[in-house]
């Protein structure tokens, strides 16, 4: 899919292959207080896909399968994968970059609202020099420097794109166990961590 449009309701369901998230929170760490015990890291779902049948997480997706998109800017986009590859980097055994995928699929937004007269599909900032090599603050709930950024611009009245993000994982040839040390298996909508590892 090239694209999606906000607040339409795309055609599937969570299922055993497939989960919807609308937050981002990579790992367990990066998850705020408040939302532990009712919000679940992508890490369990992932795992999850890597020790079934592998399997698509779509983030900026509700649960009835609306469409809501995230949006970040070009330095949250770049913080997002790095945080990813951070994650499967803590897996039992490291995943390998051949085993996931990440992409961003922008989000339109409903037919007749434009930005400037005219449908943005991607964030045409350019980066700084300086920035494409700041250190971002990974592991954390506490908010990374292009948060702040973002926050700020956002007071300003400047959005950036909005963005569904595909984060597809293959089959592992093993068991993996996440950055926690916990397994998880594929049911049919839902993560069953495993008690005992199957090693």
């Known amino acids: ?11 599937c369901a969570e299922g055993s292959c497939l989960e919807f998230k609308n937050h981002r929170a990579v790992t367990d760490s990066m998850l705020p207080q408040h939302k532990k ?8 779902v992932l795992n999850a896909f890597l020790n ?24 949250q986009k770049l913080h997002m994968r790095m945080a990813i590859v951070d994650m499967f980097n803590r897996f039992q055994p490291r995943v ?3 085993l996931y995928t ?21 964030d045409d900032e350019i980066p700084e020099d300086e920035d494409i090599n700041r250190a971002h603050l990974l592991r954390s709930e506490n908010p990374c420097w292009c948060d ?11 959005l950036p794109p909005a963005y569904v993000v595909k984060i597809s994982v293959k089959k592992g040839e093993q068991l993996y166990k ?15 961590q495993q008690k005992k590892a199957i090693w």
């Open 52 to 75: 079934s049948d592998g399997g698509c997480l779509l983030v900026g997706i509700s649960d009835k399968s609306y469409v809501k998109g995230i949006h970040l800017t070009i330095y």
């Open 37 to 44: 015990g009712s919000a679940k890291p992508y890490s369990n």
């Open 102 to 122: 990440v992409s961003f699929i922008p989000v339109l937004r409903p037919e007749g609202e434009y930005n400037n007269g005219e449908e943005r599909l991607e």
């Open 178 to 192: 996440n950055e926690e040390g916990l397994q998880f298996r594929r049911g049919h909508s839902s993560n069953m």
């Open 148 to 158: 702040l950024q973002a926050k700020a611009r956002k007071e300003l009245c400047v």
């Open 96 to 98: 390998t970059k051949d």
């Open 1 to 11: 899919m090239s694209s999606f449009r906000l607040g339409d309701k795309i055609d």
